[in-house]
């Protein structure tokens, strides 16, 4: 395992560094960088985030859910129009974004994703909990977040979101919630309140993004996914329902030492029994543009 971690830091390379900033509560600032290791297009490829000493943070536990005014962070993992599909790690060390892999082979889509997605940080999806609207148990992941605007993001990129409603998808008999949401820096966001404002400054643009996640998987020879409310979008109050009881289910992740198969290591979760100190060894060869070869 050392000497894993060893490659890794050999193979970071600063494909692409982008500065990140968003206000808390607190109004104190922080700002996050993408670093990227391993080979472009291989299974070795993953974008970490990383804070303003270029230490590689948990993409999943140490960005916080809460933006400050009313905002949520969300991590992108593909951008509006591309098809790889990069998510969350859940069970690597500092959960990097990475392709997904399927039979392997690194895992694409046939049809071009039409918005943004990504995560919301600090949710869980509890696989053990029973969504009892839909007789559905969660999906094992991080949130889902549907990003609306048609202006192209960046991997790793954490945006502040304001929440507008969302879509109760249950992927092959999983509770896969799709929250729906609009960069804060949009012109349009601050006509925005709830998911009615979508539709009338945006026409069309929900019926594109329920018709691409119902229909993705069909020229793969999958059926379509299947959605609860009779596949009508839910307003914000249920968004953010769902948002606090996966906060809450992550709350618990985070303490519990018998996370299975997810990789609970963090930087900044106080509580976390999987907190690494500054110095920690695990942690040392994850600090970018410093030479950590041993």
Same mark, same amino acid.
């Given at each position: 395992v050392a000497r894993m971690w060893v490659n890794i830091q050999r193979s970071c390379?600063?494909?692409? &560094? $982008? !500065?990140?900033?968003?206000?808390?509560?607190?109004?104190?600032r922080r700002s996050y960088q993408i670093?990227?290791?391993?080979a472009i297009g291989t299974d070795t490829h993953r974008f970490y985030i990383t804070d303003d000493n270029k230490r590689a943070i948990s993409a999943f536990h140490d960005v916080p859910l809460q933006a400050g005014n009313g905002l949520h962070n969300m991590i992108v993992e593909i951008p509006l129009g591309t098809r790889k599909k990069l998510e969350i790690s859940r069970d690597e060390f500092l959960n990097p974004i990475k392709q997904d892999i399927k039979k392997g082979e690194l895992r694409t889509v046939k049809i071009d994703y039409p918005f943004n997605y990504g995560a919301l940080?600090?949710?869980?999806?509890?696989?053990?909990?029973?969504?009892?609207?839909?007789?559905?148990m969660g999906d094992n992941d991080p949130l889902d977040a549907v990003e609306i605007s048609t202006e192209?993001?960046?991997?790793? &990129? $954490? !945006?502040?979101?304001?929440?507008?409603?969302?879509?109760?998808?249950?992927?092959a008999g999983e509770m896969d919630w799709k929250v729906i949401c609009i960069n804060s820096k949009n012109p349009l966001a601050s006509q925005m309140n709830d998911i009615q404002d979508v539709e009338k400054l945006m026409p069309g643009r929900l019926d594109a993004i329920f018709t691409f996640l119902r229909d993705y998987k069909i020229p793969d020879g999958k059926p379509a996914n299947q959605?609860?409310?009779?596949?009508?979008?839910?307003?914000?109050?249920?968004?953010y329902e769902v948002i606090q009881a996966t906060h809450e289910e992550w709350r618990k992740l985070i303490q519990d030492t018998d996370s299975k198969n997810?990789?609970?290591?963090?930087?900044?979760?106080d509580r976390s029994p999987f907190q690494m100190k500054e110095n920690d060894p695990r942690h040392l060869h994850f600090i970018f543009g410093k030479d950590?070869?041993?």
């Open positions: 390379h600063n494909v692409k &560094e $982008i !500065q990140h900033a968003h206000s808390r509560s607190n109004l104190q670093q990227q290791s391993g940080p600090q949710t869980w999806e509890n696989p053990a909990t029973l969504d009892l609207r839909h007789n559905a192209v993001s960046v991997t790793g &990129e $954490i !945006q502040q979101v304001k929440v507008l409603g969302c879509y109760a998808m249950i992927d959605f609860g409310f009779d596949g009508q979008v839910q307003p914000k109050a249920l968004a997810i990789s609970t290591f963090n930087v900044k979760c950590q070869t041993r």
